[in-house]
Nanobody, 126 residues
Framework: QVQLQESGGGSVQSGGSLKLSCAAS?????MAWFRQAPGKEREGVAT??????VYADSVKDRFTISQDNAKNTLYLQMNSLKPEDTAMYYC????????????????????????WGQGTQVTVSS
């Protein structure tokens, strides 16, 4: 069983920054951040596995996913935030990594994760 608890959401102006945290326990082979805006499907934002990361094109060079194994905590540093980043952000875990074409194990940006947190709201105003 995996338990996940997000924190750190809030309201910021366009161009601002926020750092999300996810306290995790259990199977953390793959850890990921997803988001869901009103009326839209949940989409993958970033994943991490033993330091190997994957990012959605929409957040590359603005967001950074990281993991503190000693604290069992996942982070998402979000910089240069845009109004279109407004969404509920979810922490996810509980799936195995897959081997990519370069021979590196990474966690995919797909929704097939077994465990999800309750979410934390991020609102970016223009």
């Amino acid at each position: 069983q995996v338990q996940l608890q997000e924190s750190g959401g809030g309201s910021v102006q366009s161009g601002g920054s926020l750092k999300l945290s996810c306290a995790a326990s259990g199977d953390t082979r793959c850890m990921a951040w997803f988001r869901q805006a009103p009326g839209k499907e949940r989409e993958g934002v970033a994943t991490i596995h033993t330091g190997n990361t994957v990012y959605a094109d929409s957040v590359k060079d603005r967001f950074t996913i990281s993991q503190d194994n000693a604290k069992n905590t996942l982070y998402l540093q979000m910089n240069s935030l845009k109004p279109e980043d407004t969404a509920m952000y979810y922490c996810a875990a509980g799936r195995p990594p897959i081997l990519d074409k370069s021979g590196v194990f990474r966690c995919p940006l797909v929704k097939e994760y077994n465990y999800w947190g309750q979410g934390t709201q991020v609102t970016v105003s223009s």
